[in-house]
């Protein structure tokens, strides 16, 4: 029903900023909501966070002012700006789309390194 591609990740240094793109394509009136998971290795996925149809923004407490969830509805995109980045976010990054009928999908994921 909807497909999510993330695209923006790689190896930065702590302090730096790598800023993650979504972009969905498929029933896009079918989306609730959207939002940025990370897993680490040998952790459980994470909610990073998250911004429903409506705008409202929702993040972790661990990345709460340090990243930004955004939208452009016109592009179909979601993106998730990260700054002060620390060693603790490096991760593989998620977008997931919320949908309508309980559906979720998944996007492939992306690699953030950030070197201490």
């Known amino acids: 029903q909807v497909q999510l591609v993330e695209s923006g990740g790689g190896l930065v240094q702590a302090g730096g900023s790598l800023r993650l793109s979504c972009a969905a394509s498929?029933?896009?009136?079918?989306?609730?909501?959207m939002g940025w998971y990370r897993q680490a290795p040998g952790k459980e996925r994470e909610l990073v966070a998250g911004?429903?149809?409506?705008?409202?923004?929702n993040y972790a407490n661990s990345v709460n002012g340090r990243f930004t969830i955004s939208r452009v509805n016109a592009e179909n995109t979601v993106y998730l700006q990260m700054n002060s980045l620390k060693s603790e976010d490096t991760a593989v990054y998620y977008c997931?789309?919320?949908?309508?009928?309980?559906?979720?999908?998944w996007g492939q994921g992306t690699q953030v390194t950030v070197s201490s």
């Open positions: 498929g029933i896009i009136a079918m989306i609730k909501a």
């Open positions: 911004i429903t149809r409506g705008g409202v923004t």
């Open positions: 997931n789309a919320d949908l309508m009928l309980g559906i979720t999908s």
